[in-house]
């Protein structure tokens, strides 16, 4: 006989994870944008969420973080109901959207001090925070300056230290390293496990970068048309794609049997055509792929133009999950969370 599903209304049993979204759905009027997702954050965990354009990603993290109602299902932060204990789950989280959002007229320094104030941060609390975080986000010295004059990389340092300047435990960020060129990006990685090692945090990031998902995250959530398709470690996403290695291969005349004949190759698990004449070849063993296609190309009197062999990666687990390329996020300004006041709406 098979157990009873868990009670949600049941208390658990056990440590109480960072987030806990149980068969969370977000309707509106008759379109459901997300559709009974359910996933667990470990306290600690850097989690990803991954998604096209229109998933439920941003809609998701606008529920967790107390932004819009959930429909039905419930969302968890440190075992608080987003729904029914609004305010003490803002004075848990810290939530940078996506779009730069801090005031260009006012110092580094005004940008934290009202930010800290507007949570209540007493003021010999908030100065020792404020120090700390210009050290940890390497600002000290343009406190003083205008941020208007920081370059995008400095403001999303500035983004970040501001969203952790009232203490919070578990960190919403919202693609994150959109728009910074790739040596911005890599430090902004570097400073986030920084301190996430420091202020010993949970960290959600949604990004359209695949490397960076590799690079930050514990587990990955990859989430299409509202629904939850995979989650896993980077490592066993991978490998839970048919064949091991990519074989890109073009060929100097193109020809409609090539894909066939790629397709006949003993290792071969999945043929995609590109533009341009060129195939992305899954194979279970790249090097025996590799050598068949040269002595094939020989049989039939055919140059290759271009021959690459890689290990399977994070886009391929995304279009082998969802059936399409990660397309870039458009900016979108989300709306900041705003500590408790009395009488205060969710």
């Known amino acids: 006989m098979s157990p009873a599903p868990p009670n949600p209304s049941e208390p658990r049993r056990g440590p109480v994870p960072a987030i806990s979204v149980e068969k969370i759905v977000k309707r509106y009027g008759n379109f459901e944008a997300v559709k009974g997702i359910t996933f667990d954050v470990a306290d600690g965990e850097v989690f990803g969420l991954l998604g096209p354009n229109g998933a439920g990603k941003s809609t998701l993290i606008r529920m967790m973080t107390t932004l819009i109602p959930v429909t039905s299902g419930r969302a968890l932060i440190a075992g608080h109901d987003v729904a029914r204990e609004p305010d003490a789950v803002r004075h848990l989280i810290g939530v940078i959207p996506q779009a730069l959002t801090s005031d260009v007229d006012l110092t580094v320094e005004e940008n934290l001090a009202i930010y800290a104030k507007l949570y209540e941060v007493p003021k010999a609390q908030r100065e020792r925070n404020i120090q700390e975080l210009l050290e940890a986000v390497d600002l000290t010295k343009w406190r003083k300056a205008q941020t208007k004059t920081l370059s995008g990389g400095m403001r999303r340092r500035l983004e970040i230290a501001r969203g952790l300047v009232h203490n919070p435990r578990i960190f919403f960020l919202d693609e994150p390293t959109t728009g910074l060129d ?21 960290v959600l990031i949604t990004t359209h970068y695949m490397d960076e998902a590799d690079r930050l995250c514990d587990r990955i959530a990859i989430v299409d048309h509202g629904t939850l398709v995979a989650l896993d470690t980077p490592m066993a996403l991978k490998a839970s794609v048919p064949g091991n290695n990519v074989v890109e291969v073009g060929f100097a005349r193109d020809a409609p049997e090539w894909r066939s004949r790629l397709e006949g190759l003993a290792a071969v698990k999945r043929v995609e055509s590109q533009s341009g004449g060129m195939y992305r070849v899954l194979t279970s063993d790249g090097s025996l792929t590799t050598a068949q296609l040269v002595e094939m190309a020989a049989q039939h009197n055919e140059q290759i133009k271009t021959l690459n062999v890689q290990n399977t990666t994070l886009d391929d687990v995304f279009v082998h999950y969802t059936g ?3 397309r870039d996020e458009q900016v979108k300004a989300v709306g900041f969370i705003m500590p408790p006041r009395p009488g205060m709406q969710p």
């Open 324 to 326: 399409s390329q990660l």
């Open 182 to 202: 790739p040596v911005s990006r890599v430090a902004v990685w570097e400073m986030l496990n920084r301190l996430k090692s420091i202020h010993h945090l949970t």
